[in-house]
């Protein structure tokens, strides 16, 4: 193979990675946004005994992935019985340490959710170091406890 064959070859393998690259990235946005929306009816049904029935809205985030490309996920907006406002919505996929990342804000405080292998989970920095609670019903209403007051 002569030099010219080489550099063809390698330019041809460049296109190709930069193609595989670009299709993963977007794989990565389309599976995050589709946790987010099951996460997101599967806390619907939990919450609905402390929820404003009809407060609830679903809307879609705008966020930007790593080829700053804007993209949308699902995100929830209601109140509680009380007033209060939740929010619950994505701040992306990939982040360091996670598959992804949901916010929730219950007026001025915040909770965090991380997508990991095993699930969402509830990164808990309440105690002396940061732990990771496995998010069900019963641990979503100790964190929507704690940040009400």
């Not at 190709?16 to 997101?40: A, H, I, N, P, T």
């Not at 007033?83 to 916010?103: C, E, F, H, L, Y």
């Amino acid at each position: 193979m002569n030099k010219m064959d080489e550099l063809a070859n390698k330019l041809e393998k460049k296109v190709e990675d930069e193609r595989q690259s670009k299709l993963s990235l977007l794989k990565g946005r389309f599976d995050f946004s589709e946790k987010v929306e099951s996460l997101l009816k599967e806390m619907r049904g939990w919450l609905a005994p402390v929820l404003d029935a009809g407060s609830v809205s679903m809307g879609k985030e705008k966020l930007q992935d790593a080829m700053e490309t804007e993209y949308e996920v699902p995100m929830l907006t209601a109140k509680l019985k009380d007033g209060t406002a939740v929010q619950i919505r994505p701040v992306g996929w990939n982040i360091i340490g996670s598959k992804g990342r949901v916010d929730i804000s219950v007026g001025e405080k915040n909770g965090v959710l991380v997508l990991k292998d095993d699930g969402w989970q509830i990164l808990d920095v309440g105690g002396v170091k940061e732990e990771l609670v496995l998010l069900n019903s019963d641990s979503l209403a100790d964190l929507i406890g704690r940040l009400v007051g």
